[in-house]
């Protein structure tokens, strides 16, 4: 079975700074890795995903995340936050078959701050 | 599109009482699934579903049920109701790859 681990549960920063929040997963076959967002009572947005290709994924509003296979990692990063970036953060991994399901870390919130 | 929506939006159960939350989906999404949310420990899978007629369990099934009648709808059932189940539930559907998370309802147990 796959498994997520999210070390940080808050991570604060000043608007305009760069922040990275980690994310390593456990598995014994190839996954697809993603980062959603969830922005106060709200449901959860899809940010990004690496499903193949390229081991660098964007969105469309600045995060990045890299897939690092040798470290089993999926990094999320941002180099200038804003306000509006504040939410909880969670990665997620699938295998793909037996209804394709996610499996979630624990969430990281990230607060920013003036 | 609506995507997917839930009701009610908050409810308040006695122990003991039972109550659906619903589920509806207007993608024509075949993948169909029920999360439970507890602060602190991410999302749980609760069941989920193939198709229409098909349905499975996750990871933290006991006390609820559902059922899959049709492609649009994916009701959670609980039955006895325990302060355990005090939570926030979603539900999503998924395209290939994708998932897509209702508002979710907010269920306190007391």
């Known amino acids: 079975a796959q498994s997520v681990t999210q070390l940080d549960s808050q991570v604060p920063v000043f608007e305009e700074a760069p922040v990275e929040l980690r994310c390593n997963y456990s598995?014994?076959?190839?996954?697809?890795l993603f980062w959603y967002v969830q922005y106060p009572n709200q449901g959860l947005q899809l940010l990004l995903k690496?499903?193949?290709?390229?081991?660098l994924v964007e969105s469309i509003n600045g995060f990045e995340a890299e897939f690092n296979k040798s470290q089993t990692s999926f990094h999320l990063r941002k180099p200038s936050v804003h306000i509006s970036d504040t939410a909880e953060y969670f990665c997620?991994?699938?295998?793909?078959?037996?209804?394709?399901?996610?499996?979630f870390g624990t969430g990281t919130q990230l607060k920013v701050e003036l | 599109n609506a995507g997917v929506t839930q009701t009610p939006k908050f409810r308040i159960l006695k122990i003991g009482q039972s109550m659906t939350l619903q589920c509806t989906q207007d993608?024509?999404?075949?993948?169909m699934y029920w999360y439970r949310q507890d602060p602190g420990m991410g999302l749980k899978l609760i069941y989920y579903?193939?198709?229409?007629?098909?349905?499975d369990k996750g990871e933290v099934p006991n006390g609820y049920n559902v059922s899959r009648s049709t492609t649009e709808d994916f009701p959670l059932r609980l039955e006895l109701a325990a302060p355990s189940q005090t939570s926030v539930y979603f539900c999503?559907?998924?395209?290939?790859?994708?998932?897509?998370f209702g508002p979710g309802t907010r269920l306190t147990v007391t």
């Open positions: 997620a991994v699938s295998v793909g078959g037996g209804g394709n399901k996610l499996t």
């Open positions: 690496y499903l193949s290709g390229s081991t």
């Open positions: 993608m024509n999404h075949n993948y």
């Open positions: 999503a559907s998924k395209t290939k790859y994708e998932q897509y």
């Open positions: 598995s014994s076959v190839s996954v697809y």
């Open positions: 579903s193939v198709g229409a007629g098909i349905t």
